[in-house]
């Protein structure tokens, strides 16, 4: 990716499932809460960019067991229980405030540490003083490296341990500055923390007592000071899932307010009673307009009915602001937002920054960039509508916006720039430093691109242990795409008809007892699930001995194969209209029968030995060619390798390997 990058307007209504990468609030609070745990934690749906590479790898200089892999999003970390094994360090924590805050009162926790910590010229600008104040009021030298009293970085550290006893913590300026303090506190025995004042951003702060206590720590408020009934080390968890990131969420809940009529996008994972306060943009969202529906574990964004705008306060979800300043010269009059003074201490100064950039843009701000320049102490921006003036400002070449190193200014713009605003597809948003989204959102602008409405169909054969399920799961979860296993319709079926006391030796059981099962679909992240009669069957059910000795006798039956064929189909259109940019479907007749006109047609094979080998390392045994020989001979919709299909032996391949080449089949189809 180049030094700027022009930003495509979509032609056409946005559509498919929004690859939102786990929170990074989250994922460093579960980082240092793991080191903190006497023992091994997993860490699953993790983020990885810059801010969290930081810290692991701090944690990691600082002698911490840290084995992160970045494909599978997941981080295995061995706590100590509040031991730091290296005593003295060298730490750079770039322009990353979760990593500086929180390491600076973790290692306050040595017994007689000493640790320099610097970061980047931002970094050295931003907010320390209160949290520095409050770990020397518990023991700790916050020193500059030349020995003078620091009040940020670059900082060194000599430490003693906390001591028991109250601190205070000026948090005004960051939340972050509380949270660190609150989570070493179960550590020290005796050591409480009072808040000075009122904090910005709430919200982080009752995440962080709510992850302390899903570690086994409990905080409580007795008196107005923070405490732990029950100090020590924290307990390991064997896994802990990381919520998708809710503030990147909404650059997806504002893109369908851009992209017109017919746009359907759907965020997994987004849950508004999770841990992140930032889901309250969701809200706002809809006073603006937003056709927003909750479902169970996602929400599903269609066209904006309205766009309007309005005055709201941002102070405890202020990472959001800047979608909705990015949005508002669209809006059908001004827009206020309040309460952000804070951010003005931020990654750079954030309203200066959407100032100067939507008045670049030839948009009318209050105050304006000028003034913010002046008053620093200014907290609120009113943006006016500006279709005109962008029209004029970008009549000739894209405007290039800056972006301060700012990952949320780069992608706040970028929806802005996704409006068709001449009508005829011409781009007139360019980015400056678009690899600044590091930061949060690595793949940020790839999961844009994919919700240009192209919707997919894949198909994916092949016979037993070839690999078929993970493959498919694998690829649902990095294309954006709906995961349907039609294996487990066979065996729902199986069990269905063996509590009707059908066998397959007795066609005419079979044949009464088909028209009683109610089908239907649940969708459960990329997964759509068979239900029957508005029940999943458990998966023991499905596996059970029962089951595996007649699944694959009913699925050679004519009747129950063309029972399932308009349902299996029928799960296209649930995908279309569930907000997914496609569907991949796996089973043994799905590039012939089911999906004959897939846009991406896969068979997989492997040579009976490794798939032997596989069942076996599945705790399974399974006669591989004998299956493969009853699939391809059966009447009714034989197992073939489709015409046009493309052959995958994965015999000695990865299945990263795997994943790889079908994507390369996913790019190819929708060029």
Known sequence: MS???????????ARGLARIPGSKSVTNRALVLAALADGETILEGALFSRDTRILIAALQELGFSVDADESACRIKLIGLGGRIPKAKAKLHVGNAGTAARFLTAFLCLHPAGDYEIDGDAAMRARPMAGLLRALESAGAKCLTPAGSPADGFPLRLVTSGLVNGEVSCDASSSSQMLSALLMVAPIAP?????????????????????????????????????????????????????????????????LPAVTGKKSLIRLAGYDVSGLQGDTAFAAIAKACGADLHEETGAITVRSWSALRGGDFNFNAFSDTFLTLAALAPLLDKPVTLRGIGHTRHQETDRMLAMATELERLGVRVEPSAQSLRVNKSLD???????????????????????????????????????????????????????????????????????????????????????????????????????????????????????SASATPDNPRSVIAALPTLQLGTKITGHSAQLTLSGWVPMDAELRSPEVNASVSRFAAMSEVRHFLFAYQRSQVE?????????????????????????????????????????????????????????????????????????????????????????????????R
């Open 3 to 13: 030094d700027v990058l022009v930003i495509r307007p979509f032609a056409g209504p």
């Open 190 to 254: 005796g050591f409480s923390v009072r808040l000075i004042g009122t904090t910005v951003s709430e919200p982080f702060v009752e995440m962080t007592a709510k992850m302390c206590a899903h570690f086994g720590r409990p905080l409580i408020q007795n008196h107005g000071a923070w405490i732990c009934p029950q100090p020590g080390a924290y307990r390991p968890l064997s896994v802990y899932a990381v919520e998708p990131d809710a503030s990147a969420a909404s650059y997806f809940i504002a």
């Open 380 to 498: 609120a921006l009113t943006i006016y509508p500006g279709r005109e003036a962008m029209l004029a400002a970008s009549q000739n070449a894209p405007v290039q916006i800056h972006t301060y190193e700012d990952h949320r200014v780069a992608m706040s713009f970028s929806i802005l720039g996704s409006y068709d605003l001449h009508g005829n597809g011409q781009p007139w948003i360019a980015i400056h430093d678009p690899l600044c989204t590091g930061k949060t959102f690595p793949g940020f602008f790839t999961a844009l691109e994919q919700l240009r409405g192209t919707f997919l169909r894949i198909a994916v054969d092949g016979g037993a242990a070839s690999g078929k399920s993970s493959t498919s799961r694998a690829v649902a979860a990095a294309h954006g795409l709906m995961h349907v296993d039609t294996g487990a319709h066979y065996r729902s079926v199986t069990r269905a008809l063996l």
């Open 574 to 670: 649930v995908a279309r209209s569930a907000g997914f940019s496609g569907i991949i479907m796996e089973g043994r007749d799905i590039g012939s029968i089911i999906m004959p006109d897939a846009e991406v047609r896969i068979f997989l094979e492997a040579d009976a030995q490794a798939r032997t080998a596989r069942r076996a390392a599945e705790g399974q045994a399974d006669a591989v060619l004998s299956r493969d020989q009853q699939d391809a001979s059966r009447s009714a919709a034989p197992m073939v390798c489709a015409e046009g299909a493309t052959r995958i032996d994965n015999t000695t391949l990865s299945l990263l390997a795997v994943v790889e080449k079908v994507g390369q089949l996913i790019a190819q189809a929708r």
